[in-house]
């Protein structure tokens, strides 16, 4: 019975360890939102995670013809990335916000958000960079890309799990076959 209640605690025990939390960073918001009709192309666009953004995210700004209008200067400022956009090359129609972060788990989050400059749209404010906007111009080809899995301790603690249980069974059949033993002996 004694081998069987330091089974049981040793479980719970093992149980009782907090694992970490596996779910994946998600979109909050975006700046302009998704399906937004604007009378102007803002200076700068964002989006919003639900959890710290880790290095390396991609942010564009992209017209109906594919052309990219944002200047590549891309901040990640904790939950939020930012880039600006050359408002002086805009013309009014649909445009694609296009990202990519990774977030501070690891987990890729790409998509995008789609919105609209109405007609007679122009700068709300001028662009510094808008002398030298014509040359900078790219065109963009989106691939979309399968989020990868990170969960990269998951391994980690199923390989932690089964050491446990294993040493946890070696210790209960032992115990269980000293008290055997020793029942016999009385």
């Known amino acids: 019975m004694r081998s069987f209640v330091l089974g049981l605690v040793a479980t719970l025990a093992l149980l009782a360890v907090p694992t970490p939390a596996l779910a994946h960073a ?16 803002p200076q700068t666009v964002s989006v919003t995670l639900n ?10 700004v992209i017209d109906s013809s594919g052309t990219r209008l944002d ?7 904790g939950r939020r990335v930012l880039v600006g956009v050359r408002t002086a090359d805009a013309e009014p129609g649909a445009y694609r916000l296009v990202y990519r972060v990774v977030s501070a788990d690891g ?43 990170t ?13 446990i249980s294993s040493a ?18 009385a």
């Open 151 to 163: 969960q990269k301790w998951a391994p980690l603690w199923v390989l932690g799990f089964l050491v």
């Open 71 to 77: 200047d590549g200067e891309v901040t990640v400022a």
């Open 168 to 185: 946890l069974i070696v210790y209960i059949v032992k115990a269980g076959l000293t008290s055997a033993d020793g029942e016999d002996e």
């Open 107 to 149: 987990h890729a989050v790409s998509g995008q958000v789609g919105f609209t400059v109405s007609a007679g749209a122009s700068a709300s404010e001028p662009s510094a960079s808008a002398g030298t906007s014509g040359s900078s111009q790219d065109d963009v080809t989106i691939t979309e890309v399968e989020d990868e899995p």
């Open 26 to 41: 998600s979109v909050e918001s975006s700046d302009p939102a998704d399906g937004a009709t604007l009378s102007a192309l």
């Open 51 to 60: 959890e710290e953004i880790g290095s390396g995210a991609v942010l564009r």
